[in-house]
């Protein structure tokens, strides 16, 4: 499985933007898929996930200001993200979990200027 994601960039406080995540393969539909993030001399945290049932996880901080969507037949998964605040301003990887295998894309940068 190959991770391309878009949609990143510079931003103002307040602002939105929207990320995308397209995978490669014919097993979308079985695959997990998540959004982490990290900051600058942070850990990688995770942001906000969505199983194959459709069931979404997000970490409070992002709670009512991001949402996270999948299009199986588009073989994509997006991040919506409202509301954005300088605290956001992190590297976004899409992350696809099947099975015992972890597969991540190359990042996108997203910056909130105050």
């Known amino acids: 499985v190959q991770l391309v994601e878009s949609g990143g960039g510079l931003v103002q406080a307040g602002g939105s933007l929207r990320l995308s995540c397209e995978a490669s393969g014919s097993i979308f539909s079985r695959i997990a898929m998540a959004w982490f993030r990290q900051a600058p001399g942070k850990q990688r945290e995770l942001v906000a996930a969505?199983?194959?049932?459709?069931?979404?996880y997000y970490r409070d901080s992002v709670k009512g200001r991001f949402t996270i969507s999948r299009d199986n037949l588009k073989n994509s998964v997006c991040l919506q993200m409202n509301n954005l605040s300088p605290e956001d301003t992190a590297v976004y990887y899409c992350?696809?979990?099947?099975?015992?295998?972890?597969?991540w894309g190359q990042g996108t940068p997203v910056t909130v200027s105050s």
């Open positions: 969505i199983d194959t049932g459709l069931y979404t």
């Open positions: 992350k696809a979990s099947w099975g015992p295998s972890v597969y």
